[in-house]
Structures are given as structure tokens and as C-alpha cells.
């Protein structure tokens, strides 16, 4: 693979004005040539339950640079830099991000077609933005994403909530969400492990997504066993390619960044190529 770094990458800062609060966001942009512009549509980065834009880390920039296109990550409200929330998100908090937050985002920043890549809870998130924006989302990717809340996920959850009671683990998550680390934690947990929430899926969401879709999942993912990219890639309606990644768990673009990052600029080359 080509070294994507580059010295001209440029990033920048953005603040999203919301009823409920302020979000802030981050864009990278790849630098111009003289004979080829950047497409319009950038990459949208929905973040998992503990996540931030910080914690892409070098990630955004490699995207950027190897695909050519703009990437844009934010920070869900209540997460990183963006303002805290006094409540708990509802149950339906992951069809609520596309309905209530996503269009903010997309007329601030200021772009219409988008191509949506979602790590986790952020997978949800994203399939529900690719069907409730299905004529301006030009593709679709998952990463480790659940559909359904299985015994693996919840299992996980339960010993991830365990670890937090260590106040030093929360230590650690302030580093990037300050005073909301707490909030940040109980927020996950509490709500997967809500009973009402065991009836939450996205069954009847996927078949809404027409676009072409890339789902990557590690076969060792610890919060989701392969049935989750199986069934992503089976009921959604447009064109779709599931990679099962080996030696892989639950953050392949951290684990295996150079291999996630040359799917999705493959995957974005073919969607070009329809």
C-alpha cells in the first residue's frame, strides 16, 4: 500500500449550533491538484459508545488521503468536546441521531451527498442516516456494528461495566470527555442493558438502505458475533460486499488500519465506477 501521509493534509475545526447544544466537529481535507478537484460528497465518521473525534486518531487523515475526499467526524452531544446532556439517551437514541442531529450537522458544515461509514453503535447510527437520507447517501459503511442486542454484546457490556467501577478507568476517559466521562459510561451501558432496550434491532431499517454497502467486522469481535455483518449485508437492498477480517476484534480501523483504509478507498472507487 502507498503511504498516505502527506504533508499538506489540513484540518479544521467546526462548531454545530443545536437547540439542545453545540457539537463540535472536525474536517480533514486532502490537498488539491491542479487536475482533480475534491468530490463534494465527503466521508461521514459516526463514532462507537466510548468514542470522540480524538479518538479516530490518525485514522480521518489516512481516509482523506487516500480516498481524496473530505472526512468529517463530530462528537455526539453529551461526548468529547461537545456540550454534556442532563438526561440518558432515550432507547431509540440510534434512529434519533439520524432524525435529530445529522441534518445539523450536514447544513452547517455544509455538504448534501455523503458517504457514511459508522464504527460500532456509530454502524447503527449510520445505516439509520443512509435510510432516512437514502437519495443523497452515496454509500454505506459498517464496522463492527450490531443489529440486534446479542448475548456476546450484552455480556461484554456487563464486564465493561464492571471495569468502570475502577475509578482509574474513568480517569483515563476524561482525557477525552472531561467531566462527562461518567455520563459517557453510564450512557452505554445502562442503556443496552435496559430490558425495554432488548427489543431494539435494525431489521426494519436495513432494507431502506439503497445505496452500495461495505461491511467490515472482526472475526473476533468481542461485541458481536458474524451474524451481525451477515444479516447487515443480506437485508439491506442496495449492492453490498461483507469482509470478515482474521486475526481481528471489535476496532479494526485501529487494529488494522492500513488494510480498513485500502477497503473503503476500493469501496469508494467501485461505487464511482457504477
Known amino acids: 500500500m502507498s503511504d498516505h501521509k502527506t504533508p499538506s493534509m489540513s484540518s479544521n475545526d ?4 443545536h437547540p439542545h447544544g453545540r457539537i463540535f466537529a472536525r474536517v480533514w481535507s486532502p490537498p488539491i491538484k491542479a487536475s482533480r478537484s475534491v468530490p463534494e460528497s465527503p466521508i461521514v465518521l459516526f463514532h462507537d459508545s466510548l468514542g470522540c473525534v480524538d479518538l479516530w486518531r490518525d485514522f480521518p487523515t489516512e481516509l482523506s488521503a487516500s ?10 452531544l453529551g461526548f468529547g468536546r461537545s456540550d454534556p446532556r442532563n438526561d440518558k439517551p432515550g432507547l431509540d437514541f440510534i434512529a434519533d441521531e439520524a432524525k435529530t442531529y445529522f441534518s445539523a450537522v450536514s447544513e ?25 437520507f437514502a437519495e443523497d447517501c452515496e454509500g454505506l459503511i459498517t464496522e463492527s456494528a450490531q443489529v440486534f ?18 475509578e482509574r478507568q474513568i480517569e483515563r476517559l ?24 432488548a427489543a431494539w434491532s435494525l431489521e426494519s431499517v436495513l432494507p431502506r438502505v439503497t445505496c452500495p454497502v461495505l461491511v467490515i467486522h472482526g472475526i473476533h469481535d468481542e461485541y458481536g458475533s458474524t451474524r451481525h455483518p451477515e444479516m447487515i449485508a443480506e437485508l439491506c437492498s442496495g449492492p453490498s460486499r461483507c469482509e470478515i477480517m482474521i486475526d481481528t476484534y471489535h476496532v479494526p480501523h485501529r487494529e488494522r488500519e492500513p488494510a480498513v483504509v485500502d477497503l473503503v478507498t476500493g469501496f469508494i472507487a467501485s461505487i464511482k465506477a457504477m
Open 14 to 17: 467546526v462548531w454545530i449550533e
Open 108 to 132: 452547517q458544515i455544509g455538504f448534501k451527498r455523503f458517504i457514511a461509514f459508522g464504527h460500532s453503535v456509530g454502524g447503527g447510527m449510520a445505516v439509520n442516516c443512509a435510510a432516512e
Open 149 to 166: 442486542p446479542e448475548d456476546r454484546t450484552l455480556q461484554s457490556i456487563l464486564v465493561a461495566k464492571e471495569q468502570f467501577k475502577d
Open 67 to 76: 480516498t481524496r475526499r473530505r472526512v468529517i467526524a463530530y462528537d455526539r
Open 174 to 197: 476524561k482525557k477525552y470527555h472531561g467531566d462527562k466521562a461518567k455520563w459517557v459510561v453510564d450512557a452505554w451501558t445502562e442503556t443496552w442493558l435496559h430490558p425495554g432496550f
